[in-house]
Nanobody, 126 residues
């Protein structure tokens, strides 16, 4: 099992930047796929960025070119650098992980992830 804890959320103006962090603890030696999801009020939770055990990344079209997912293997920390933030990026952001094949990781399908953090709020004002 792995435990996840997010941090780094906050309030910024449109065009600003934030960096979210997800600290993984527990059985971190396993080759997990880690993804960032977000959920805005009244909307479904959506996957926006993923990174597989080999460092391969995938992004939702809505954040491609603005957000970057990365991992610090030594510290078991996963980051989501968010630049050019827009009001429509306002949501609760979650870190999720699970064991899966490389092809599945890039799909960011909600049901594939069994381990979740508690979430961190991001609010972008116009």
């Amino acid at each position: 099992q792995v435990q996840l804890a997010e941090s780094g959320g906050g309030s910024v103006q449109s065009g600003g930047s934030l960096r979210l962090s997800c600290v993984a603890s527990g059985n971190t030696a396993s080759p997990y796929c880690v993804a960032w999801f977000r959920q805005a009020p009244g909307k479904a939770r959506e996957g926006i960025a993923s990174i597989d055990k080999d460092g391969g990344t995938a992004y939702a079209d809505s954040v491609k070119g603005r957000f970057t997912i990365s991992k610090d293997n030594a510290k078991n920390i996963y980051h989501l650098q968010m630049n050019g933030l827009k009001p429509e990026d306002t949501a609760m952001y979650y870190c999720a992980a699970d064991l899966m094949g490389l092809d599945y990781c890039s799909t960011m399908r909600l049901g594939l992830f069994g381990y979740w953090g508690q979430g961190t709020q991001v609010t972008v004002s116009a």
